[in-house]
């Protein structure tokens, strides 16, 4: 029986990248939440900005601005309950606006060693398609609709994790719980997924 493992998602998961790009245009992220009534929440319609004007902060900041990316609210006790089940690991992709990349990448590394404490962290991979991981022994848990249905359709299994901006908007109760329980349900249900 092979060990199962899981994928851990860095921005929207543990990594609040909706506050952290709010507050380098100067606006609060809740404020634009109750304000943006649509869902899925866009932060780019929110703030009514193109996607040019959206990343010119993000872009003067360098690889600081995602290594500062508060963690969120969940993140550590994700983290945790992830570990406790089976190996778990970060799969996140680079920006995708080409100007960020080596910086998004450089950033999301020094934002791993201070959330971990490990200088030399190095259960991580960085880079797309995120479905080229997927098979039926690892759990992808990320908040991006298209991911977790890339990832299952490549074979894989996945927890979307409800947010605001994803399919999972209606949901009211805790992420990091219905993570945690749609983990331990899976675990439950099949052998070949057990540490």
Same mark, same amino acid.
């Given at each position: ?12 998961? @543990?990594?609040?990248?909706?506050? !952290? ?56 006790r994700l983290w ?6 089976a190996p778990t ?6 920006? @995708? ?15 791993? !060693? ?24 690892? @759990? ?18 996945? @927890? ?27 675990n439950s249900s ?6």
């Open positions: 029986m092979r060990t199962k493992s899981i994928l851990l998602d860095m921005d929207g998961v @543990v990594a609040d990248w909706h506050l !952290q790009c709010a507050k380098s245009h100067g606006v609060s992220l809740d404020e634009l939440k109750e304000t943006f009534k649509e869902r899925p929440f866009s932060l780019r319609k929110a703030l009514g900005m193109g996607t040019e004007r959206i990343w010119e902060p993000i872009s003067a900041a360098g690889p600081s601005w995602w290594a500062d990316i508060p963690e969120t609210p969940w993140a550590r945790n309950g992830c570990r406790s089940i690991y970060f799969l996140t992709m680079p920006s @995708v606006h080409p100007p960020n990349v080596g910086d998004s990448m450089a950033g999301k590394f020094m934002w791993l !060693q201070k959330f971990t404490g490990n200088e030399a962290f190095n259960a991580y991979l960085m880079g797309p398609p995120k479905c080229l991981c997927a098979n039926r022994h690892t @759990v992808l848990i990320d908040d991006s609709d298209d991911n977790v249905r890339e990832f299952r359709k490549a074979g894989g299994m996945a @927890v979307l994790l409800p947010s605001c901006a994803n399919s999972m908007h209606t949901h009211d109760g805790d992420p990091c719980d219905f993570v945690l329980g749609s983990l331990a349900e899976m099949s052998t070949s997924w057990r540490k």
